[in-house]
């Protein structure tokens, strides 16, 4: 079992909907990441918090706006999505400034119609 | 900046036999971490092993072991005892142990898709 929580599992949208992004860890780690992994591909890093605070945007589209609530609560709020938007919306988490790797979820396979 | 090869992009390797998957990193920082990083169909990145590159001494987790030639900017990981259950993506990440925003990146290469034949 993955101990980052992602919900949900596939989602399937079109370009006008809005959208939502859950990611949830209870491993008291507080910095949290969303990645964008196309097929075939390795993820890319969209966004970085750190203590609840965004730390990295890797310039990517305001489409796409990231929220962390809590330590334990992250989210990415979806909007006006295009096609090459479709994707495996990957979270992780870790401790910040430490030696231990990322924690990743299962992913949320995102289809844009 | 960092870059992460990995010049293998298919192997196949018989059930109970030993592999190994290349990787080669580009940095001119001193203190780093590697990781593999293995991702299955179902979809999840797993990670396999990790390396500081203060230690000298390789990594190994039961079945998994690297060699790392810190001088050389290599970074190979051997499976040994093959299972059916190995066959995923693998993916060779640098990560910076610089405090500061670099130190949350990871550098992944492209990855290894690695069968494994009954």
């Known amino acids: 079992d993955t101990e980052v929580t992602q919900t949900p599992k596939h989602l399937v949208m079109g370009m006008t909907n809005k959208k939502s992004l859950k990611c949830e860890q209870h491993?008291?780690?507080?910095?949290m990441y969303w990645y964008k992994q196309k097929a075939k591909k390795p993820p890319e890093l969209m966004f970085v918090?750190?203590?609840?605070?965004?730390?990295i945007n890797e310039s990517v589209p305001s489409r796409f706006s990231p929220e962390c609530p809590n330590s334990s609560l992250l989210n990415l709020h979806l909007h006006a999505l295009q096609p090459e938007d479709s994707a495996l919306y990957l979270c992780?988490?870790?401790?910040?400034?430490?030696?231990?790797?990322?924690?990743f979820g299962d992913g949320t396979r995102l289809s844009i119609l | 900046a960092q870059t992460v090869t990995q010049s293998q992009p298919e192997m196949s390797v018989q059930e109970a036999e030993t592999v190994t998957l290349s990787c080669t990193y580009d940095?001119?920082?001193?203190?780093?971490?590697l990781f593999w990083y293995k991702q299955p169909p179902s979809r999840q990145m797993i990670l396999v092993i990790r390396?500081?590159?203060?230690?000298?001494q390789n990594a190994t987790e039961n079945r998994f072991s690297v060699n790392f030639q810190k001088a050389a900017k290599s970074f190979s990981l051997k499976i040994s005892d093959s299972q059916l259950g190995d066959a995923a993506m693998y993916f060779c990440?640098?990560?910076?142990?610089?405090?500061?925003?670099?130190?949350?990146?990871?550098?992944f290469g492209k990855g290894t898709k690695l069968s494994v034949i009954p």
């Open positions: 992780a988490s870790s401790l910040p400034y430490s030696n231990q790797p990322q924690h």
């Open positions: 491993m008291g780690h507080r910095a």
């Open positions: 918090y750190s203590y609840e605070k965004l730390s």
């Open positions: 940095t001119s920082e001193s203190d780093y971490y």
């Open positions: 390396q500081e590159a203060y230690k000298q």
């Open positions: 990440a640098y990560r910076s142990a610089i405090s500061g925003a670099g130190s949350y990146q990871l550098t």
